[in-house]
């Protein structure tokens, strides 16, 4: 793939795990997963070759999504809390 070809790209670090990097192509976009300790490097390459950085309306799920379980989780401990206070007290 040479940088010619790339229309934008966008970082991303899900979990704090993995380095997820999506590039957009002429013909397809592809996704990228790569350690973290090569996400300085690799924003250096793609700045120095004056790339477009593209954001996405998905990068807050994929950054947070992990918590939405203990959150709905806290919700539903605070909704049964709430009706047993109700029937044990009127």
Not at 39 to 64: A, F, V
Request: hydrophobic share 45%; with cysteine.
């Amino acid at each position: 793939m040479v940088f010619l070809d790339i229309i934008n790209y966008h970082t991303c670090l899900p979990l704090n795990k993995l380095f997820m990097l999506r590039i957009q192509t002429n013909e397809k976009k592809e996704v990228f997963y790569i350690k973290n300790e090569y996400t300085e490097e690799i924003e250096k390459i793609l700045k120095h070759n004056n790339l477009l950085l593209n954001k996405t309306k998905n990068d807050i799920w994929l950054k947070y999504s992990h918590l939405t379980f203990a959150f709905l989780i806290l919700i539903l401990v605070g909704i049964i809390t709430k009706i047993s206070y109700l029937i044990e007290y009127g």
